[in-house]
């Protein structure tokens, strides 16, 4: 795993500002993957926002009000009354009873992410966090000192509380982080870093741990990888429709016209214009193609669609104050609630794991049908490129198809939705959670495979049309100029496949491309 490079001053100058306007899932993006830092906003309004939160949330313990989690026991223990002299103890009992996450680390994308969504959240000046908490938030990001945080161990609610411990540890200098491509103790790093750790208020810690940020922050990632992959698995239909002397008609915008989806009509207009039109004398090899060539925009375009609703509860969630107690300094009050709960995010990542899930099952038949010489229109068994006597011993794609067919089914597999599978936790307390961070892990999975399927089928639509090149047959003059660039780009980057040969490699580049999202693809 490469290491995050330090930001550059024109990264630093130009800045994601956090608390000026309602944040979106591409802010969050440019943070985690695109090398952008993050600066909190200058106008006084916002500061003194922050700074009234804090001060009323410090005059209502003074008063000897009573606050769950800051002078009251957790969850459960809600009751239990803590002594005055304890207080400032508690918040960083807090984060060490959370510090058993188990599984696999958050990668530093997602990391990166997690602590945005957090920061976004806390600015919105319900949770009665000081300012300084927020700025050391802030320096995380941008020194890229990456809480060592494992994948494993939240329910979703009451938040992502494990998870989000390691967060707080990091900036209170305890357990370890990640720091420019090394695992390090927090508290040396910090020191090298000239950043001093925060000193938890009574309420900070369960501030920063008892809200939707992991859940949200693998949502804002999980949507982008999914919108990207509506657009490449678009282009590769019409490459595969081409290889596969497939009929345009079925992509026309006068047939789409009549089932006016938008999502949909987007992906067949992207289709249709991907294939240039044939003169009069080439006429499709079938009247109806199969499915997987006729229905892919029906296919690709229920994602689509979808993605505009999983925007907006996505957003909603990343621009929401989500922890408990909310703090409202304007009105002077504490209200007690439960908008921790992830169900929201559930939803939609259960959503879209299913959807993206039909893509790469979409996919996998589409290569299904160019690796089999009863229905490629003439092109070779398995797309060997190998002729003559030596076509007998080559095998060309027939282990990369299985391959597929394998990261399909797991990919289907996983659509089991998460947020059904609510448990009681904690004494009976959290007796009804909503998974939303299992859900996001799955989703994250289904999408890493459903890549590895299109990066599959794009190496096979490449290969099919190469050798129709090779033999002289004019399938690319139907590939209008984009998508032939495309094409052109993918095969300066991938073998012919003449003589058998491990393409373990090959396909391990283009599932980095895809996921780097490498092509520009449509306006």
Same mark, same amino acid.
């Given at each position: 795993? !490469? ?18 306007? @309602? ?65 400032? *103890?508690?918040?960083?009992? +807090? ?96 020191? *090298? ?7 938890? %208020? ?61 999502? %949909?009509? $987007? ?16 006429? @499709?090899?079938?009247? %109806? ?29 990343? !621009? ?10 304007? +009105? ?24 993206? $899930? ?24 398995? +797309? ?72 599959? %089928? ?26 032939? *660039? ?8 991938? @073998? ?19 996921? *780097?999202?490498?092509? $520009?693809?449509?306006?």
């Amino acid at each position: 795993m !490469n290491a995050p490079r330090p930001l550059t001053p024109e990264q630093l100058a130009q800045p994601v500002v956090i608390g000026a306007a @309602p944040m979106t899932i591409e802010d969050v993006v440019a943070v985690a993957c695109r090398d952008r830092s993050v600066a909190l906003a200058a106008d006084a309004g916002f500061r003194s926002r922050i700074d009234a939160g804090a001060a009323f949330l410090e005059k209502l313990i003074d008063a000897g009000g009573d606050v769950y989690g800051v002078n009251t026991g957790y969850g459960d223990s809600c009751d239990v009354r803590i002594p005055p002299e304890l207080l400032s *103890e508690l918040p960083l009992h +807090l984060t060490r009873y959370h510090g058993c996450g188990l599984g696999r680390h958050l990668d530093e994308d997602a990391t990166l992410a997690v602590l945005v969504a957090r920061a976004n959240s806390l600015a919105q000046g319900y949770s009665g966090v000081r300012l300084e908490l927020l700025e050391k938030l802030v320096a995380l990001v941008n020194h890229r000192i990456l809480p060592l945080i494992p994948e494993e161990g939240s329910v979703g609610a009451s938040g992502d509380l494990t998870p989000l411990s390691y967060v707080a540890a990091a900036l209170v200098g305890e357990r370890e982080v990640r720091y420019r491509g090394k695992v390090r103790p927090a508290a040396a790093v910090l020191a *090298e870093a000239g950043i001093a750790p925060l000193t938890l %208020q009574p309420k900070e810690g369960l501030a920063l741990m008892n809200g939707t940020a992991v859940m949200t922050a693998l949502a804002c990632l999980a949507f982008s990888r999914a919108e990207y992959l509506t657009r490449l698995c678009s282009r590769v239909t019409a490459l595969a429709t081409v290889a596969l002397r497939g009929n345009r008609g079925h992509f026309d915008p006068r047939l789409f016209a009549v089932k006016p989806h938008v999502g %949909q009509n $987007a992906c067949a207009a992207w289709i249709f214009g991907d294939l240039a039109a044939p003169d009069g004398a080439d006429e @499709p090899m079938r009247l %109806q193609d199969r499915y997987s060539i006729r229905c892919a925009p029906h296919v690709i375009g229920v994602l689509r669609d979808a993605l505009t609703w999983m925007r907006r509860d996505i957003e909603v969630e990343l !621009n929401s104050a989500n922890d408990n107690p909310i703090v409202d300094p304007e +009105l002077e009050q504490l209200f007690h609630g439960g908008h921790f709960y992830g169900g929201h995010i559930a939803f939609a990542m259960d959503g879209m794991k299913n959807a993206v $899930a039909n893509l790469a099952d979409l996919m996998d038949r589409q290569l299904a049908l160019l690796v089999d010489a009863r229905y490629s229109h003439g092109l070779p068994q398995n +797309l060997s490129g190998a002729i003559g006597p030596r076509a007998a011993i080559n095998h060309g794609l027939k282990a990369v198809q299985i391959g597929a067919s394998a990261w399909t089914a797991e990919a289907l597999k996983l659509t089991m939705p998460a947020s059904v599978f609510s448990r009681s936790t904690e004494c009976h307390n959290q007796d009804k959670v909503s998974m939303g961070t299992i859900a996001a892990r799955d989703c994250l999975r289904v999408l890493e495979l459903t890549e590895q399927v299109v990066a599959a %089928q794009l190496l096979a639509c490449c290969q099919a049309l190469e050798i129709r090149r090779r033999r002289g047959e004019p399938e690319l003059d139907r590939v209008a100029p984009g998508a032939r *660039e495309f094409f052109d780009a993918v095969r300066g980057d991938t @073998p012919f496949i003449e003589e058998d040969q491990p393409l373990e490699a090959t396909l391990r580049r283009l599932v980095a491309q895809v996921r *780097e999202q490498r092509w $520009a693809l449509y306006p």
